[in-house]
């Protein structure tokens, strides 16, 4: 009978203030939240986060003249890059090494013919195919150089990467939730709730889970697909060995302690056979949550220390 | 008389358990009953600059068009939901998302900048 009262009383830690703003960087809405009691620092960390996300965009944005990766994609070589570009360049290889090419940051091109909805005509992606897995990177302290045809796009990695810096930032705080647009979100701990975990839902699955301390990255096609005349699911995932844009599964989310290659892997992921992403989340040490299946008669598949609440 | 005599001696005991026996009825309305949607008013955000705001709570069924980074947009709202109706954008992934009716919910038009939200406080800390 006093089982409520209990957890009403447990419950009830009190609610405490946080600073919150809202933002539009790096094409999607980012969200960061402070919480604390002093209000002028609060909004010195939210501005430390935004200031990095600004650093991010103007490093990583491949349609913004005024960034240095479309100059990099432009010029095909940059001199004096900076330690933004060259360090998501390092990550965006490293990812490509680690998933065997499943992501790749050669995909610019064909990223931006699915972006624009235009005919996917075969020979135009076998061709941008081609190209994305026939190009490299040379990168040194000095400068950076394309060898190949293909254009960068680091989508799958600015996200995490900025995230990654905001945790070096908040390293004196514990209160605070970073959501660069959900596919990279970054949590500290919930001070008003009794055990200090968030609650997250996936909303298309309904779906929620707690977590707190971690960086949580997830790739999926959600409302983002339509399908062309052959009635083929077509999607902005792109498979860059086989220039597919039919993933294998709806969404994929992983929690674990690396930001900046959580998204590049989720991405990877995205088109791994399920008992390929058990083993790579395994061997990374990643929890995760996948959401396999026809759209509308999904199946979810979690690991162990994921803590489904719903 | 039994039973008076018996208040009279343990009339402590019997007001603790009173309360405790109010409390705990009141702790139960508090946690399981639902959240009444009061007032419930939704935000239209261009570049994260209010456009305006509408309130859900009435059960008004209107249309209004709104002009957003690139395109035109129409957004549609009846009692307690809004929706985007019809977008310019390239993707219509705002109008695919449909209707929502929950506090805390939005709709995103990244092609536009454009937020449809509904205020309060949402269930979730985080909605992917």
Known sequence: MFLPLFGLICSCKGTVPFARSTQFYMDTYCECLVYGNNKIEENQYLAKAFDILGKVELAADPTHVRSELYRLNTDRSISNPSKELKEMLEYALLAKEDTEGLYNPFVANLKQMVNEFKILDEKSVEKETYKANNTSLTITDESIKIEGDANIDLGGIAKGYAIERIKEEYKGINGYLINAGSSSILLGEKPDSSTGEFVIELVMQNLKFKAKNTYISTSGIENQYWYDEEQNLISHIINPLTGSFSPLHQSVTILGQDGALGDAYTTAMMNMEMDDIKTFCKDKNYEYIVVSGEIGNSTIYHSSGVNIIK | ?128
């Open chain 2, 1 to 128: 008389m039994k039973f008076f005599s018996f208040l009279r001696k343990r009339w402590i005991d019997v007001l603790v358990i009173f309360i405790l026996v109010i409390a705990t009825s009141l702790s139960f309305v508090f946690v399981y009953s639902p959240k009444e949607k009061k007032n419930m008013n939704a935000d239209i955000l261009l570049e994260n600059e209010i456009l305006c705001n509408i309130d859900l709570s009435k059960g008004e069924e209107k249309e209004i068009e709104i002009e957003g980074l690139y395109t035109k947009m129409v957004i549609a709202y009846k009692l307690n939901s809004i929706c985007v109706k019809e977008s310019g954008c390239p993707s219509k992934f705002c109008v695919k998302t449909g209707w929502i009716s929950e506090e805390g919910r939005s709709i995103i038009c990244l092609h536009n900048h454009v937020v449809v939200r509904i205020n309060g406080e949402a269930s979730s800390d985080v909605i992917i």
